[in-house]
């Protein structure tokens, strides 16, 4: 008899990573639409856990109309004489993999910034209330980690009630990231590399170092160490670092050889503190992505629940799908919020003096890890909503890319006086395979051919004069 047989829908790990649109779905749970929701695993002691009590704070899946969009929180709580506090974001990561073992249900992200989606076809079958995700959740805790003796889950759709709970869940992870931030890469001989999102991004491999944290934002170097010894054959496990290759960019041997094993050769090599050239891979699950500008030779930051456009032009999620997927993509790095407080934050890069632009919310949050000479040197959306802009504010606050700009030569001399080249519909190019480098980017054109009005040739000089 399965352990699944009362569920109204198939339960399997055929099921991981299975996406519901838009115009399939009965209801969308959190999500960027959302401002507050959250989803938090709690150790507690035994007499405090009812086991398999499931409770519904709110609205259920049947009293919510199709089509809505919905605050969403959930509490798992825990007890076992052998568990402890520093195995929550362990029990916590472990809620989107289990739920995305449920037929037309999908779940994306963590922490405070979870989204999730019921299809219409897995509602019509009776897929109707949080009672049977929480029995599924329940059964795969139970049985998956035998630490755990207890288990009770919380589901919240009510609004006044997830308020209450956010920021509780917010000081929680906070905590959690501060017990982490005092250990160095190079004081382990060990990190560790996650999976879980291997449904999603088949050739990613998370890397997680005591500087730089998962991609999620969700498991630090310690969650690493508890989740491998509690489940050695789990998707968190340990990556002996081996010889260190290039301390400037990041390069271990062994992370080299997992990261290859693990992605079945789509990935030979990763550099964990540069945005070029080898990138760490992104998933689809990543906090924020930094991007190159190739316009003032800086990188820019955006986070998920980021409203508008960047300062190229571009939403969160056009950035996102450029670099999801688990590859690695020069000038494009999907990151954890909590990264950003490293001191390994892009350190071969130039670390926070080159990053010259990110929303204003995230910059008040790191606030107090960007250093003091430079945090007002870097853009947000109220100083800068174009390049040009971007480009005056950096020159009049003198950030530190400007001297950038300055010691850059070009690396092809072209003649001082200014050529223009008119000629109404005249390809001015054409190439099988062409090949443009800029600034961390490589665009290829198949059988191009460019047609142009007016062809301008200036020395890179000439431009910086003006």
Known sequence: ??????????????????????????????GPKVKEKFELAKVRPMEAVEDGK??????????????????????????????DAGLEGVIERRIHGYLNYIEGFMHLNQRYDIWMRLNKKSFQKGLNSFGYLGKVLYRLFKSELSIIEKVQITFITDPAKITEKFSEAVADYEARDAKARGLKDEEVDKVYGCVLCQSFAPSHV?????????????????DGKASASIDPKGPVFAIERGELINAEKGEFSGVNETVKKRSMGDVNKVWLYTAFDYPHTSCGCFEAIAFYIPEVDGLGVVHRNFKGVTVNGLPFSTLADSAAGGRQVDGFHGMSIEYMRSKKFFAADGGWNRIVWLPKEIKERVKEF?????????????????????????KDKNHPIVERWVEETAVEEAPAEEAQIEDQTMPVMTASSLPITAGGFKIILKDAKIYANKVIIKTLKDEKAK
């Open 1 to 30: 008899m399965s352990m699944f047989e009362d569920i109204p829908v198939e339960v399997g790990v055929i099921y991981e990573g299975e996406r519901v649109r838009k115009n399939d779905m009965q209801v969308e749970l959190g």
């Open 54 to 83: 499931v409770t519904i704070i709110g609205p259920d899946l049947k009293d919510i109309p199709e089509g809505s969009v919905v605050p969403f929180g959930i509490i798992v709580e825990t007890a076992g004489p052998t568990l």
């Open 370 to 394: 960007i250093p003091a000479d430079v945090v007002d040197k870097i853009a947000t959306e109220e100083n800068a909503t174009n390049t040009d802009d971007l480009k005056a504010f950096l």
């Open 206 to 222: 998370c890397v997680i170092t005591p500087q730089r944290y998962s991609n999620c934002g969700a498991i630090s170097w310690f």
